[in-house]
């Protein structure tokens, strides 16, 4: 069962769709997902795999709810973590009839009842809140006298949003942080957080301002503290629908259960596998044990993945194989809806820079066969290496965009290291390599890495990579500082023009929530995935899950990638990620031949792990990778059939001067030639052929079909 897409929320709404029956409502979802549109009366959690149609199952059990009368849309919120996903989620019931259901953030749905609230309860207009904590907490270290930089202060900005979310005093931080192994933060110990945090109460105080957290803070205070608050709050809300519940946070579960009060009419949704926010403080113990807070709670697992192919899914289930404690303990096994599809790719080069190189290499070939530059993804573990990859884009002329960060030298760190070097140039330079390191030495960059994370291991990274490029320009013969500057510069000349549509590139951390046809997940190294800072089994453990989340964004082709070095030249010290350990021993596992280890395909010194699903043997060329055979295996699909489209196709473009690729390209004519759709809805299914496609010419290829097919039959009884 493939679920048609779901569309964005738009901007402006539109009429609400008339309500549907219920037996409609339910023929739309799968057995589970009908399970979960009608479990009412009892406390219900649901875990949903990624790729599982969540959203889809608790959008119908709502309008399911509605239509048959279990309840009142006017009783109803709906709960979820980003402003996006509300919308979406609001897009989806106003499709269903439901329009008149609340679906907000924890944050938004709090602020509407603290408006309401507040002069009730304190008296006068609700303060101001503050749009960010920078200028506050930047305040408080000043009258501390702490001397901070923008990277330290980011770092102490996300440390008193943690101790806020886990409803921690400046008194009770200490302690907590040190059972949280959380040891200071940028040089400052937990004490002098303590102060910060004490300090930072005081600037908002005399400022008259809140913060987020306040809001959610105050409304907790609010529920607790006056009984007509909390009866007219649930007297308005009867039923909460709460998704993403792995990343609920301390102060957001307290507020939950306020809103409840003595009910227990809640139904919520996670996947304990994709709790990668616990750094913020998200705490996935509040989906794992909602079993024994809430009694008469029911459990429904959703395995049924419809967005990524069996190969896909069944790499990611393998990386969860080799899971410890409760991640494994409460994993989902996903099992694709979808049919097969060419097997991941999973390949080394021996450096950064060729990595980049292979990667560019692949998505240039994507797009030459006429797929989408947005079709593609780059997901890596860091943000600082984006460079390489920006860079690689812009030498073949493929566009771009970076997604949660700046461009690699439009960072701050990036410019100020440049001004720097520049100057550094007046002066004759005997040894630039030395020079650069003196340079950017002063600006933070050190030979050994920090042992912390956040905004000062970011920065380090910015001006490592630096250092990487720098370290191969002036390898050059004869190479100087001015030499050094000149080609940096114009690697930031060429990356700065803006991009409206081109590859995403992204950190896995952005990339959370979002699917791409195409993903390549780089940087797959120890030390990168999982990241060197992390050091205990809950560490390790929650960078697994980062990268099950990254592998589980791609629908069609996957490709994971590492490099044994950083520089060309260097010695080739990584070893790919412990993660891959289980995906390589697999017995499914992707391989170069049966039984036999990698191998060089002496393409740029690329490792790959794939075979051909016709012959075993391994595959070599990245066209032979995508489509999952060698182009001199027997072909599944008669090749007169292939021949007759491939005519078809150019008698569509003739004289036009389109190219081919244009209408189909060869893997969606050879898609189509095997599969041999009989309907539009077939036709639509196979890989490559959109509605747009399916509009234009679905009904001329399902005639040459059946012409072909029926030829071929009549060839058959001759014979």
């Not at 409460?330 to 694709?336: D, E």
Request: charged fraction near 25%; glycine fraction near 8%.
């Amino acid at each position: 069962m493939t679920h048609p897409p779901q569309s964005a929320a738009h901007e402006t709404p539109s009429a609400p769709a008339p309500p549907p029956d219920a037996e409609s409502i339910l023929a739309a979802l799968d057995p589970e997902q009908q399970e979960v549109a009608r479990s009412f009366g009892t406390p219900l959690c649901v875990l949903a795999g990624a790729g599982t149609g969540k959203t889809r199952a608790i959008t119908h059990r709502i309008a399911y709810g509605v239509a048959t009368g279990q309840l009142d849309p006017r009783h109803v919120l709906a709960v979820t973590f980003t402003a996006k996903a509300a919308a979406e989620m609001r897009s989806r019931l106003r499709d269903l009839g439901v329009p008149a259901v609340q679906a907000r953030t924890f944050h938004a749905a709090a602020l509407r009842q603290l408006r309401h609230f507040w002069p009730r309860v304190v008296g006068g207009g609700m303060p101001e809140i503050m749009p960010n904590k920078f200028p506050g907490v930047g305040e408080a270290c000043q009258r501390l006298h702490m001397s901070v930089d923008r990277a330290a202060l980011r770092d102490i900005v996300a440390e008193v949003e943690w101790s806020r979310v886990s409803m921690l005093t400046p008194e009770s931080y200490p302690e907590a942080a040190t059972a949280a192994k959380r040891p200071g933060v940028s040089g400052f110990d937990s004490r002098s957080i303590a102060r910060i945090l004490t300090q930072y109460e005081e600037v908002k105080k005399e400022r008259g301002v809140i913060d987020f957290e306040d809001v959610l803070l105050h409304m907790v205070g609010f529920l607790t503290e006056r009984a007509d608050v909390a009866r007219e709050v649930r007297s308005q809300y009867r039923h909460y629908v709460v998704d993403e519940y792995q990343d609920v946070s301390a102060l957001q579960h307290t507020l939950l259960r306020l809103w409840l009060g003595s009910g227990d009419d809640v139904c919520v949704v996670g996947d304990a596998a994709q709790t990668i926010y616990t750094f913020a403080g998200a705490r996935a113990s509040y989906l794992l044990d909602f079993p024994r807070e809430f009694k008469r709670a029911r459990t429904i697992r959703l395995e049924r993945n419809y967005r990524s192919t069996p190969q896909i899914v069944r790499m990611a289930n393998t990386v969860l194989d080799g899971a410890r404690g409760r991640t494994r303990d409460s994993r989902l096994t996903l099992v694709s809806q979808r049919e097969a599809g060419p097997p991941p790719v999973v390949e080394s080069f021996a450096d950064d820079p060729a990595e980049a190189d292979g990667v560019a290499d692949r998505i240039a070939a994507l797009v030459a066969e006429g797929r989408p530059a947005a079709d593609v993804a780059i997901l890596f573990r860091t943000n600082s290496q984006s460079e390489a990859f920006e860079q690689a884009l812009t030498a073949r002329g493929i566009g771009y965009l970076v997604r949660g960060g700046d461009r690699f030298f439009e960072r701050q760190e990036v410019r100020r290291a440049m001004v720097a070097l520049r100057a550094a140039t007046r002066v004759e330079q005997l040894d630039p390599a030395r020079a650069v390191r003196d340079v950017l030495s002063q600006q933070g960059w050190s030979q050994k890495a920090p042992e912390t994370t956040g905004a000062v291991r970011d920065r380090w990274d910015s001006l490592n990579a630096l250092v990487s490029l720098a370290d191969t320009i002036t390898s050059r013969p004869g190479a100087t500082m001015a030499d050094v500057v000149r080609e940096l510069e114009e690697r930031a000349e060429a990356q700065s023009a803006p991009v409206v549509d081109g590859v995403t590139l992204a950190s896995v951390h952005a990339a959370k929530g979002l699917e791409w046809p195409v993903v390549h997940v780089v940087g797959a190294s120890d030390g990168l995935l999982p990241i060197s800072m992390a050091r205990t089994a809950a560490e390790i453990e929650e960078e697994r899950r980062l990268f099950y989340v990254a592998l589980t964004r791609a629908r069609d082709l996957l490709t994971v990638s590492w490099s044994a070095a950083r520089t060309p030249g260097a010695r080739g010290s990584r070893k790919p990620s412990r993660f891959l350990d289980g995906v390589l021993e697999h017995p499914d596992a992707p391989s170069t031949a049966p039984g036999a280890g990698p191998r060089r395909t002496g393409r740029r010194g690329a490792t790959v792990y794939a075979e051909c699903r016709v012959c075993g043997q391994g595959l070599v060329s990245p066209r032979e990778q995508r489509i999952g055979r060698h182009q001199g295996c027997p072909a599944t699909a008669a090749h007169t059939l292939i021949e007759t489209l491939r005519a078809w196709r150019r008698e569509r473009t003739r004289g036009s001067g389109a190219p081919a690729y244009t209408v189909l390209t060869d893997a969606a004519l050879e898609a189509i030639a095997e599969r041999r759709p009989r309907t539009r809805a077939e036709l639509l299914e196979v890989p490559g052929v959109g509605p747009a496609k399916v509009e234009a010419f679905g009904g001329e290829l399902l005639e040459l079909l059946a012409a072909e097919t029926g030829d071929a039959e009549k060839s058959q009884e001759t014979s």
